[in-house]
T-cell receptor, first 114, second 113 residues
């Protein structure tokens, strides 16, 4: 079965510390991978995506994610977080052959503390 | 461009009442979807539309109806609301079925008592 797993529902971290939010998927077909961010009381915004090419993708605000096909993972990392990064982060996958249907993980709440 | 807009932002409904959640996009996108977001479950697609006049069911369509009379609007109707439909609802658009980037509206928080 095709699924997306975010094992960590909450990740507390101090400001300026590094963080990694984990995302794994289960699939026998090719995938397209996304991270969305949801700030409090707002809609989802696309943070970064992997469609093809370089397995390391970066966002404009310092996040990066690496597609690891052998591990079926797409973990999100940032070397130094800021208080403004506090938000919920969703990993999402499009399994090829399914049109552009997004399958979402359950989300990880990142809380950055001073 | 306003992007994807949704109204209302919040609403409280009583069990059995009906309601329409509005979604509009001004980006000339063909592909529109409705999702619901529930704690610990991520987002699940309710219905979607690939073009005006064409709609299809998503993962969790029961209790919801949609219509698509033009490119811009994609209303979601709850005919007889139930407490299980308490959720945050998001509309999302993309250029077409083969586009992998979706743009989300700000959401409607619906409570059914």
């Amino acid at each position: 079965a095709q699924s997306v797993t975010q094992l960590d529902s909450q990740v507390p971290v101090f400001e300026e510390a590094p963080v990694e939010l984990r995302c794994n998927y289960s699939s026998s077909v090719s995938v397209y991978l996304f991270w969305y961010v949801q700030y409090p009381n707002q809609g989802l915004q696309l943070l970064l995506k992997y469609l093809s090419g370089s397995t390391l993708v970066e966002s404009i605000n310092g996040f990066e994610a690496e597609f690891n096909k052998s591990q079926t993972s797409f973990h999100l990392r940032k070397p130094s977080v800021h208080i403004s990064d506090t938000a919920e982060y969703f990993c999402a996958v499009i399994f090829t052959g399914g049109g552009n249907k997004l399958t979402f993980g359950t989300g990880t709440q990142l809380k950055v503390e001073l | 461009n306003a992007g994807v807009t949704q109204t209302p932002k919040f609403h409280i409904l009583k069990t059995g009442q009906s309601m329409t959640l509005q979604c509009a996009q001004d980006m000339n996108h063909g592909y529109l979807s409705w999702y619901r977001q529930d704690p610990g479950m991520g987002l699940r697609r309710i219905h979607y539309s690939v073009a005006a006049g064409i709609t299809d069911k998503g993962e969790v369509p029961d209790g919801y109806n949609v219509s698509r009379s033009n490119t811009e609007d994609f209303p979601l109707r709850l005919e007889s609301a139930a407490p299980s439909q308490t959720s945050v609802y998001f509309c999302a658009s993309s250029t077409d079925r083969s586009s992998y980037e979706q743009y989300f509206g700000p959401g409607t928080r619906l409570t059914v008592t």
